[in-house]
C-alpha cells in the first residue's frame, strides 16, 4: 500500500473510531441527556396503543363535570377542567386543577380543590382561588378579554410544615408574559380551612402592583410563620422553575434561558439535575437548577404539548410518563417508561389507556388523559410503594392513578384470586382498575354473604367501569372465574381474553336481555338465559395459537370444544371485564374542533347494573 493511502485509511480510522465513541459516550451528556432505548412505540389507531400494561395500576375519576345538575359535580356546572396538581400532606391527598365554563383560555377562570384520605373516595370541589375580583376602576388592557387562571405547579410543602396552595391570574385569552396579573398563594390549615389569598409575586411583564391588584403581597400578613414559608418557596429554584411559563423573570428572578415549557425534573444518583420540558426537551443543570444546559430535543422521546413527567420511583429508579404522539388534539394513551440510572429507558407500559366519549364540546379540549403531574419532590410521600399520578380526561373529568412499583408489565406464576383477604373499598393487588364516578370497581363484601368480592357497578351513559387481571404469558391457559349479575338490574358485562397487544380471541358477552353468549370465530352463538342473583361458573380452556381454539364449560356442563377463535394471536396474558362494549372512538379522525351539542343525556345517570366477580383461577 502507498504511503498516503496508509496515512488516509489510519486517519479515516481515528475519525471513524472519535465519532463512534463520541456518540456512545454521548448519552447521559448535556448533548443527548436520556434515551430510549427500548424497540416498542405505539399504534396511534388504539386507545391502548396495542402496548402491556403496567401491572396492578389503579386508576379512578375524581371528578366527573355536569352541566345541568352542577350539583353533583362542582356546584357551578362548568365543563372545562384541567391542569391538574397532586400534593399529600398530613394523612390526606389535595388534587388542585382549573375550571373554565367550557372553553379553554376563556373568561372566567377559577382554581378548585378536592381531597381524598385514601386516593380512592374524594371529597366534592371547594373553590379554592375564584374567579378574579379586579379592583374598582380597573379596566381589562385592551386587546384581552377578561381574565383567568393559569399554572403549571399547585402547592408547596414548606419546610416547617406548611401547606402552600398557589395559582396564577392573567388575562384571557392569552395570560403569558404581558398578559399576565401575577401569581397567588394561601395556607390549606391542618383543620381543612383556607387562609386569605395573597400575592406572591407580580408578573415581572407588566405593571401590576400592590395598589392595582385584588389581593395584597404576602409580606404584608400578619403570620410570620406564612411568610417565612412563603420566602423559602421563593427561594427554591427547582420548584419556582416550575412558574416560568408565566412569568419569564425580566426582574432577574432567573438565571440561565428558559429550557421549555411546563418543566419538571428528577435528580440523578450522580447529583446532576435533568430538566423536562414539553416537545422532547430535555437539559441537565450542575447547581441543582440555577442554571441548565442548552435544551435539546431527544428524538427517541415522541412527545407533543402535552406535558412530561418526570420523577425519582420509590424503588429508586426512575420514571418519565406522558402521551408517546406528535399530535397535540390526540392525547392518548398515558405511557411510562422506567430506568435505573435515569439515563437509559426502557420498557414503554400503558398507564391509562381508555379515552371514553367527550361529552361536552369545549375550544382546545383534546381527547385522553392530558397534561399528567405526579407529586413533586417535597410535597409528601404516600403510604406504600406507588408513583401516584393526577390528569384531565378530554380536559372535561378529573382522574388519579396510583402505578404500583417497581413498574412491571409481566406475572409470573399461576393466579388464584378470591378477595376474601382484601378490605372493602380498599386496593386490589394486581389488578388493573378503570374506575368512573359513575362506574366504580372496588372489593365489597359478598351478595351471598360469604367472603368479598369484586363489584363492577355502571350507571354512566357513555362510560364503563372494567377491571383486568394480567397473568402468565402463555399458549395453553386454563381460565375460570364465577359472576353474578344482581337481581333485579339489568345492564351489560362483557369478559375478554386478549393478548399483549389488546387483541381478543376469546369474547363472552352477558347482554341486557340476561342472554350468555360467546364468538365463535365471526359468529356469535348464544348459550342461554342467566338468572340473576346466583353464581354462574365458566371455565375455558384456550389454545392462544394461529389456528387456535378455545372450550367451553357453564357451571360445570361443556357447551362447547374447538371453538375457533375470533383472531389469531401469538398467547394471551389478560382477563379483562368489562361493563360496556369495546371502543376505539374518539379516534384520530374524529373531529376536535368541531363545535357539537352535549352528548344526549350527559348529565343523567342511566339505571344501575351491578356484577360481581369472585374464584379467578388462572394456570397454563
Known amino acids: 500500500m502507498k504511503p498516503y493511502l496508509r496515512v488516509h485509511c489510519l486517519l479515516v480510522f481515528v475519525s471513524l473510531f472519535g465519532f463512534l465513541t463520541s456518540s456512545s459516550a454521548q448519552t447521559g451528556s ?30 379512578r375519576q375524581t371528578l366527573r363535570v355536569n352541566r345541568s345538575q352542577p350539583e353533583l359535580a362542582d356546584g357551578f356546572g362548568w365543563t372545562y377542567s384541567h391542569a391538574s396538581n397532586l400534593a399529600y400532606w398530613e394523612g390526606t391527598f389535595f388534587q388542585q386543577y382549573l375550571s373554565n365554563p367550557v372553553d379553554e383560555h376563556i373568561s372566567p377562570g377559577q382554581t378548585l380543590l378536592i381531597r381524598s384520605e385514601d386516593g380512592r373516595n374524594w371529597s366534592e370541589p371547594e373553590v379554592l382561588f375564584p374567579p378574579y375580583p379586579a379592583p374598582e376602576g380597573v379596566q381589562i388592557p385592551e386587546g384581552y378579554a377578561g381574565y383567568m387562571m393559569h399554572q403549571r405547579m399547585g402547592f408547596y410543602v414548606s419546610n416547617s ?5 398557589l395559582a396564577f391570574y392573567g388575562h384571557s385569552e392569552d395570560p403569558f408574559e404581558a398578559g399576565g396579573i401575577g401569581r397567588v398563594v394561601r395556607e390549606i390549615k391542618k383543620d381543612g380551612s383556607f387562609g386569605p389569598i395573597y400575592f406572591i409575586r407580580y408578573s415581572s411583564h407588566t405593571d401590576w402592583n400592590e395598589s392595582n391588584t385584588a389581593f395584597p403581597l404576602y409580606t404584608t400578613s400578619p403570620d410570620t410563620a406564612f411568610i417565612h414559608a412563603c420566602e423559602e418557596l421563593l427561594e427554591n429554584t427547582l420548584i419556582t422553575l416550575q412558574w416560568r411559563d408565566e412569568d419569564n423573570g425580566l426582574d432577574g428572578f432567573y438565571t440561565g434561558e428558559r429550557g421549555g415549557s411546563a418543566f419538571s425534573y428528577y435528580t440523578r444518583k450522580d447529583g446532576k439535575t435533568i430538566g423536562f420540558w414539553k416537545r422532547s426537551l430535555v437539559a441537565i443543570s450542575e447547581d441543582a437548577g440555577k442554571t441548565f444546559s442548552p435544551s435539546v430535543k431527544v428524538p427517541t422521546l415522541t412527545m407533543a404539548g402535552g406535558k412530561v413527567w418526570a420523577q425519582q420511583t420509590p424503588d429508586n429508579r426512575y420514571a ?71 390528569y384531565s380526561m378530554n380536559k372535561e373529568d378529573m382522574w388519579v392513578s396510583r402505578v404500583p412499583t417497581p413498574i412491571r408489565h409481566a406475572v409470573k406464576g399461576a393466579v388464584d384470586d378470591d378477595f376474601d383477604e382484601l378490605s372493602a373499598h380498599g386496593p386490589i393487588p394486581d389488578w388493573n382498575i378503570y374506575s368512573p364516578r359513575w362506574a366504580p370497581v372496588q372489593v365489597v363484601p359478598s351478595p351471598s354473604g360469604e367472603g368479598m368480592v369484586l363489584e363492577l357497578a355502571d350507571e354512566d351513559p357513555y362510560d364503563y367501569a372494567r377491571a383486568i387481571r394480567i397473568f402468565e404469558e402463555g399458549q395453553e391457559v386454563s381460565v375460570e372465574w364465577e359472576f353474578m349479575a344482581s337481581a333485579g338490574e339489568n345492564g351489560r358485562l362483557e369478559m375478554d ?18 342472554n350468555l353468549s360467546y364468538w365463535s370465530g365471526h359468529e356469535r352463538k348464544v348459550v342461554g338465559k ?53 371502543r376505539d372512538l374518539p379516534g384520530r379522525k374524529t373531529p376536535n374542533e368541531d363545535p357539537v351539542p352535549p352528548l344526549p343525556g350527559a348529565d343523567k345517570k342511566v339505571p344501575r347494573a351491578r356484577f360481581f366477580i369472585d374464584q379467578v383461577s388462572i394456570h397454563p
Not at 497 to 514: M, Q
Open 30 to 59: 448535556i448533548h443527548e441527556p436520556v434515551r430510549y432505548i427500548g424497540g416498542t412505540s405505539i399504534d396511534p389507531d388504539i386507545h391502548e396503543g396495542r402496548l402491556r400494561y403496567a401491572v396492578g395500576v389503579e386508576s
Open 161 to 165: 410544615g406548611k401547606l402552600l396552595s
Open 320 to 390: 418519565l410518563v406522558y402521551n408517546p404522539i406528535d399530535i397535540d388534539e390526540y392525547r392518548y394513551p398515558l405511557i411510562a417508561i422506567s430506568s435505573d440510572d435515569g439515563i437509559l429507558f426502557d420498557d414503554m407500559v400503558l398507564v391509562q389507556g381508555e379515552v371514553p366519549p367527550r361529552r361536552f364540546y369545549g375550544r382546545w379540549k383534546d381527547f385522553g388523559p392530558c397534561y399528567v403531574r405526579g407529586i413533586v419532590q417535597g410535597n409528601g410521600t404516600p403510604p406504600g410503594n406507588d408513583m401516584w399520578l393526577t
Open 497 to 514: 381474553l386478549t393478548d399483549r397487544y389488546g387483541n381478543r380471541p376469546v369474547r363472552i358477552t352477558l347482554d341486557e336481555s340476561r
Open 530 to 582: 342467566v338468572e340473576t342473583g346466583n353464581w354462574q361458573r365458566l371455565h375455558l380452556r384456550v389454545l392462544a395459537t394461529p389456528g387456535g381454539h378455545f372450550s367451553l364449560a357453564w357451571n360445570g356442563e361443556q357447551i362447547a370444544e374447538q371453538i375457533p377463535l375470533t383472531v389469531a394471536v401469538k398467547s394471551i396474558e389478560r382477563l379483562s371485564f368489562r361493563t360496556g362494549p369495546y
